[in-house]
């Protein structure tokens, strides 16, 4: 969970290498032959019509000095308009084309990736935290998409204009094509100086923005619990180092970049200079002609455009090449590990489970020290047990195990006669619901929101559900009903609304237990009492586990269990937690200070 990540640092998503990314692309792009070979056609036609006029002015050179008719000048000068009108459709085309390629790729690449997010097992999804992968199917597609309508036609297109001139000098005259060609090993080594240097920096910039979201994520998210353990200061002065890290790396990717830009035109000199020194002998010597010689200059000159196009937009081809990889590495994590084993017997309909956890102990992979130490704790069938503690305390890794998200490396949680180790992920869905703080609603109908729970519930048990969560005078003014367009492009709800739906949905699942992890923590003080309320209506009659967010809350159950360092430390009920006079009356003591 948000609170337990960033105290154990896990390990991040797999993130692929380029040759990894390349393929996948390869493999796209031969899945859309004809735009991808329409896409390449127009770029070399663009890139050719682009050197013809140089070649042209060469012939024009040429006729000049040999004393050739005047009408020589209107043939170049028509073909010379001709290539430049044609490039220019070319080029557009060839824009449009690799955009639309582009883009193609990116839905592709987005819908694999949040596919293979989808499918990952939950366990895996609570280990590296929700920033990094937040970060990859949101930032990371960002820099991806701008890299594509910005940096990739850019570098691809002025990439084939740079293998046309070359070919070009090579046409004109072997030797001034190779002399051209003696700036390609400073090209090189300029390039096998950078490129190794730079991909590690940008992944490591954008690991660092996932770890500084990761922070951010964990402080919001246990904000009630960071204010009760006055944890302010702390969790300030982790999202300012961050901060700072993404900042000093993003200075020092500048700096890389602007020394790769010396050597680019320490290498233009080079070739510049070979180009014209080969030139003035082969003049000298009778070996080339003046039209040749003049051209080979300016078609090398032709060079600089665009690879001071690529130079300036490699940065930005770079981070996209970073995100490539971390979404690539994204397809390539193990699917749900959790599909097969036993189903749960469907509990009949009432029916509420005890929950028994016994000797439980977690590590996170990647971490030596254990999370929750042998933890035991009971909930009888339809009673409520509440879990506090500081953030770290292990709370929420708790509730996940509960919940059957993950599985403990010693120890067992059995809901009623199941174990839940031995059920796969829906068998555990059976039994135990889970609601986090993280409530989303889905764009479309109010109906088909509540019916993600329940697809065959009528329309009359969707109005008892919101009845029982206290939403259905709201949801009745609404100007369709239970019709009504809801989320993203609909009706704009308030958080209190949102976990309104929420808990109907929980109300509508019917599973015997109930895991909810700070589920009320987004709601407003105004909204917090009514939230509450429906808490303890859609929880009625079923065994209830409860991360606390308000002390309120945990005064309402009918144990509460305090956690430090993943160990059960305190036990009982409100009163004789206060009477104990121990960690949770000293919380309780501070939590009535603060008018809460």
């Given at each position: 969970?948000?609170?337990?990540?960033?105290?154990?640092?896990?390990?991040?998503?797999?993130?692929?290498?380029?040759?990894?990314?390349?393929?996948?692309?390869?493999?796209?792009?031969?899945?859309?032959?004809?735009?991808?070979?329409?896409?390449?056609?127009?770029?070399?036609?663009?890139?050719?019509?682009?050197?013809?006029?140089?070649?042209?002015?060469?012939?024009?050179?040429?006729?000049?000095?040999?004393?050739?008719?005047?009408?020589?000048?209107?043939?170049?000068?028509?073909?010379?308009?001709?290539?430049?009108?044609?490039?220019?459709?070319?080029?557009?085309?060839?824009?449009?084309?690799?955009?639309?390629?582009?883009?193609?790729?990116?839905?592709?690449?987005?819908?694999?990736?949040?596919?293979?997010?989808?499918?990952?097992?939950?366990?895996?999804?609570?280990?590296?935290?929700?920033?990094?992968?937040?970060?990859?199917?949101?930032?990371?597609?960002?820099?991806?998409?701008?890299?594509?309508?910005?940096?990739?036609?850019?570098?691809?297109?002025?990439?084939?204009?740079?293998?046309?001139?070359?070919?070009?000098?090579?046409?004109?005259?072997?030797?001034?094509?190779?002399?051209g060609a003696g700036a390609l090993p400073a090209y090189a080594l300029a390039l096998r100086w950078?490129?190794p240097r730079s991909a590690p920096l940008y992944r490591k910039q954008r690991a660092a923005q996932?770890?500084?979201?990761?922070?951010?994520?964990?402080?919001?998210?246990?904000?009630?619990?960071?204010?009760?353990?006055?944890?302010?200061?702390?969790?300030?002065?982790?999202?300012?180092?961050?901060?700072?890290?993404?900042?000093?790396?993003?200075?020092?990717?500048?700096?890389?970049?602007?020394?790769?830009?010396?050597?680019?035109?320490?290498?233009?000199?080079?070739?510049?200079?070979?180009?014209?020194?080969?030139?003035?002998?082969?003049?000298?010597?009778?070996?080339?002609?003046?039209?040749?010689?003049?051209?080979?200059?300016?078609?090398?000159?032709?060079?600089?455009?665009?690879?001071?196009?690529?130079?300036?937009?490699?940065?930005?081809?770079?981070?996209?090449?970073?995100?490539?990889?971390?979404?690539?590495?994204?397809?390539?994590?193990?699917?749900?590990?959790?599909?097969?084993?036993?189903?749960?017997?469907?509990?009949?309909?009432?029916?509420?489970?005890?929950?028994?956890?016994?000797?439980?102990?977690?590590?996170?992979?990647?971490?030596?020290?254990?999370?929750?130490?042998?933890?035991?704790?009971?909930?009888?069938?339809?009673?409520?047990?509440?879990?506090?503690?500081?953030?770290?305390?292990?709370?929420?890794?708790?509730?996940?195990?509960?919940?059957?998200?993950?599985?403990?490396?010693?120890?067992?949680?059995?809901?009623?006669?199941?174990?839940?180790?031995?059920?796969?992920?829906?068998?555990?869905?059976?039994?135990?619901?889970?609601?986090?703080?993280?409530?989303?609603?889905?764009?479309?109908?109010?109906?088909?929101?509540?019916?993600?729970?329940?697809?065959?519930?009528?329309?009359?048990?969707?109005?008892?559900?919101?009845?029982?969560?206290?939403?259905?005078?709201?949801?009745?003014?609404?100007?369709?009903?239970?019709?009504?367009?809801?989320?993203?492009?609909?009706?704009?709800?308030?958080?209190?609304?949102?976990?309104?739906?929420?808990?109907?949905?929980?109300?509508?699942?019917?599973?015997?237990?109930?895991?909810?992890?700070?589920?009320?923590?987004?709601?407003?003080?105004?909204?917090?009492?009514?939230?509450?309320?429906?808490?303890?209506?859609?929880?009625?009659?079923?065994?209830?586990?409860?991360?606390?967010?308000?002390?309120?809350?945990?005064?309402?159950?009918?144990?509460?269990?305090?956690?430090?360092?993943?160990r059960v430390v305190e036990h009982g009920t409100h009163d004789e937690l206060v009477a104990l006079?121990?960690?949770?009356?000293?919380?309780?003591?501070?939590?009535?200070?603060?008018?809460?």
């Amino acid at each position: 969970m948000a609170t337990t990540a960033t105290r154990l640092a896990p390990a991040a998503l797999h993130t692929a290498t380029g040759r990894e990314a390349t393929r996948w692309v390869a493999a796209h792009c031969r899945e859309t032959p004809g735009l991808t070979a329409a896409t390449v056609l127009t770029t070399v036609a663009g890139a050719a019509l682009q050197v013809l006029p140089v070649l042209l002015l060469g012939r024009v050179v040429d006729g000049v000095t040999e004393g050739g008719s005047s009408s020589i000048l209107v043939t170049v000068g028509a073909l010379m308009v001709a290539a430049g009108t044609l490039g220019a459709v070319a080029t557009a085309a060839s824009e449009y084309l690799i955009g639309r390629l582009g883009a193609d790729l990116l839905a592709r690449l987005r819908e694999d990736a949040v596919r293979a997010v989808l499918g990952m097992p939950s366990a895996r999804i609570e280990q590296v935290g929700r920033g990094d992968v937040l970060s990859r199917v949101g930032d990371d597609v960002a820099v991806l998409s701008k890299g594509i309508r910005t940096a990739v036609p850019t570098v691809f297109s002025a990439g084939v204009l740079v293998a046309i001139a070359t070919a070009g000098m090579f046409g004109l005259d072997w030797r001034l094509g190779l002399a051209g060609a003696g700036a390609l090993p400073a090209y090189a080594l300029a390039l096998r100086w950078y490129l190794p240097r730079s991909a590690p920096l940008y992944r490591k910039q954008r690991a660092a923005q996932a770890d500084r979201a990761q922070e951010l994520i964990s402080g919001l998210d246990g904000i009630g619990t960071v204010r009760a353990y006055r944890l302010e200061g702390a969790f300030r002065a982790k999202v300012t180092a961050e901060s700072w890290r993404v900042r000093d790396l993003g200075i020092e990717v500048f700096h890389l970049f602007g020394r790769f830009v010396g050597r680019e035109n320490r290498a233009e000199f080079i070739g510049l200079v070979l180009i014209i020194v080969v030139g003035y002998a082969l003049l000298e010597a009778g070996a080339a002609s003046l039209g040749d010689v003049a051209a080979a200059p300016l078609l090398f000159h032709r060079l600089f455009n665009p690879l001071g196009s690529i130079l300036f937009t490699f940065d930005e081809a770079q981070k996209s090449g970073a995100s490539l990889t971390r979404l690539v590495g994204v397809l390539g994590e193990a699917a749900e590990e959790r599909l097969v084993g036993g189903t749960a017997v469907p509990p009949e309909a009432g029916a509420a489970y005890p929950v028994a956890v016994e000797g439980l102990t977690f590590t996170y992979p990647g971490s030596e020290e254990p999370v929750l130490r042998d933890v035991d704790l009971t909930i009888p069938a339809g009673g409520s047990l509440a879990l506090v503690g500081a953030t770290g305390a292990g709370k929420s890794t708790l509730a996940a195990l509960i919940a059957g998200i993950g599985t403990p490396q010693a120890g067992s949680v059995r809901i009623g006669p199941a174990d839940l180790a031995g059920l796969d992920e829906a068998g555990a869905r059976a039994l135990v619901s889970i609601l986090t703080q993280e409530t989303h609603v889905f764009s479309g109908s109010l109906a088909g929101d509540l019916r993600l729970a329940a697809p065959e519930a009528s329309d009359t048990e969707l109005v008892d559900a919101l009845r029982t969560v206290g939403a259905d005078g709201w949801a009745a003014a609404l100007p369709a009903g239970l019709s009504t367009r809801v989320g993203e492009g609909g009706e704009r709800l308030d958080a209190t609304r949102v976990t309104q739906i929420a808990l109907a949905r929980l109300v509508l699942s019917r599973s015997p237990v109930v895991v909810l992890d700070e589920s009320t923590a987004e709601a407003g003080s105004q909204g917090a009492a009514e939230l509450e309320r429906a808490v303890l209506a859609a929880c009625r009659g079923r065994t209830t586990l409860l991360v606390a967010h308000r002390l309120s809350q945990a005064k309402a159950a009918d144990r509460i269990a305090v956690l430090d360092a993943g160990r059960v430390v305190e036990h009982g009920t409100h009163d004789e937690l206060v009477a104990l006079g121990g960690r949770y009356a000293r919380l309780w003591q501070a939590w009535r200070a603060g008018g809460r």
